[in-house]
Structures are given as C-alpha cells and as structure tokens.
C-alpha cells in the first residue's frame, strides 16, 4: 500500500504561480510513476501530468504543457506541481496519483493510489 497526502493549493489570480506538493508513504519502493490529475466541478477527472519514478521522465496534457512542470524527489519520496501562467480554468481539486505497475497512462483506471485533493482556484 501507498499513501499519499496532497498540500499547496489555495487561491491566486490569474497569471500566478502555486507549486502543489505530494508525499508518498508506505512501500514507496513498487512505484513507478505519480501522476497529477484535477477535477473541476460536474466534469470527470483530467489527466495533468506524470513523472516516472525511477527514470524522471515526463509528459504533460497539452492544457498545461509549457505552463506546469512535475518533478520527483526521490530520497524524500515527494512528487512536486509547479504551476504558472495560472488561468482560472485550471480551477479544479488536484489529485496525487502513484502506479506500481508501469502503465503510465492518462485515464484514473491507470493509477492504483489517490491522495485525498487539494484545492486550486484561480480567479480572473
């Protein structure tokens, strides 16, 4: 098992900047790759961006590529959203996910571990 606990969102304007933080805990050593996802009000749950866990490779959603960056520290066993240029349609909870058989997919069925969300509001 795995346990993750999500910090760092809160309310910015528009063109701010957050860095949302993940930390993992339990067997850390089966991950292979977190992810983040968000879910705004009455829309399903949406692909953000994952990071492998052993090999620090990325891919973004093309929402947010250029704009967010995800990155790992292992030895601390924390997963990191830099996120700028914020518009208000990144409004959403924003999820922590971890993979432990490699999948690194884009849909929630791909990730067997969930944080518990944090909230992310940008106004105009």
């Known amino acids: 098992q795995v346990q993750l606990v999500e910090s760092g969102g809160g309310l910015v304007q528009a063109g701010g900047s957050l860095r949302l933080s993940c930390a993992a805990s339990?067997?850390?050593?089966?991950?292979?790759?977190m992810a983040w996802f968000r879910q705004a009000p009455g829309k399903e749950r949406e692909f953000v961006a994952t990071?492998?866990?052993?090999?620090?490779?990325?891919y973004y959603s093309d929402s947010v590529k250029g704009r967010f960056t995800i990155s790992r520290v292992k030895i601390v066993n924390a997963v990191y959203l830099q996120m700028n240029s914020l518009k208000p349609e990144d409004t959403a909870v924003y999820y922590c996910?971890?993979?432990?058989?490699?999948?690194?997919?884009?849909?929630?069925?791909?990730?067997?571990?969930w944080g518990q969300g944090t909230q992310v509001t940008v106004s105009s």
């Open positions: 339990g067997r850390t050593s089966s991950m292979t790759n």
């Open positions: 996910a971890a993979d432990y058989l490699g999948r690194f997919g884009v849909t929630p069925p791909s990730y067997a571990y």
């Open positions: 990071i492998g866990w052993s090999s620090s490779s990325t």
